[in-house]
């Protein structure tokens, strides 16, 4: 995992939104609409583009490729991905774009995983409620970072979702918008 960006201040961003409810949620609402209101990333809301949702694959291959940095935010799951996620990965990172022959179409970019999560940062941990770290529980996005040779970065969590009050959800969302635009070294500010 790279805690700092090798990419160039001029790099794209595509931050794909995966919340199935964007309306009625507070923290995914607020940390998308930072990066909206900065204008200077892609935001791609999947549930949004895909109400039915079928994808289409060439359409977001595309997406993919004209950007540099990609995110997945979203809200945790069940210790995961809405599953919007999961079909979007199944579909999209296919034999020949993100692995295999010729598969090297994602050589190089950054992934960063952007969650938000009902429990509290110290139920995540061995002997806590919920026993495992996020970084434990996002293996399996660090991993096909890795498999398709992908520079994984450092998560960006809201953690204790219920107990953010309006003040720090304003400061998580400038810092959000910071570590996404390559502007902020996530490991100096403890989050
Ligand atoms: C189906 C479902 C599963 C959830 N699973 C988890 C979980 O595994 N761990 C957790 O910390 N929070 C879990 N939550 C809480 C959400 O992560 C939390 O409500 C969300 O991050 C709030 O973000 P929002 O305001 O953008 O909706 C779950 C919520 C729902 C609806």
């Known amino acids: 995992m790279s805690n700092r960006s090798n990419l160039s201040a001029g790099a794209k961003t595509l931050v794909v939104v995966v919340h199935p409810d964007l309306k009625a949620s507070r923290i ?10 900065r204008g200077n990333v ?3 809301r999947l549930y949004d583009v895909y109400p039915d949702e079928k994808i289409d694959v060439a359409r977001e291959q595309a997406l993919l490729l004209a ?6 935010q979203f809200p945790l799951f069940w210790y995961s991905a809405p599953s919007l996620l999961k079909k979007w990965l199944d579909e999209v990172f296919e034999l020949g774009f993100a692995h295999g022959k010729n598969g090297d179409k994602l050589h190089g ?3 960063i ?4 999560s009902g429990g509290a940062q110290s139920m995540f941990q061995a002997g806590g409620r919920h026993n495992y770290s996020y970084s434990e529980l996002l293996r399996p996005f660090q991993q096909t970072a890795n498999y398709a040779g992908m520079i994984y970065r450092q998560p960006f969590v809201v953690s204790g979702v219920r107990e ?3 003040e720090e959800l304003e400061a998580y969302a ?10 902020l070294d996530l490991s100096k500010t403890g989050s």
């Open 28 to 37: 995914n609402k607020r940390l998308t609409a930072e990066l909206e209101q």
């Open 42 to 44: 892609t935001v791609h």
């Open 67 to 72: 950007h540099d940095r990609i995110v997945f």
């Open 109 to 111: 970019k950054e992934l």
């Open 113 to 116: 995983v952007a969650i938000s």
């Open 164 to 166: 953010v009050s309006d």
């Open 174 to 183: 400038r810092n959000y918008a910071d570590y996404v635009e390559g502007k």
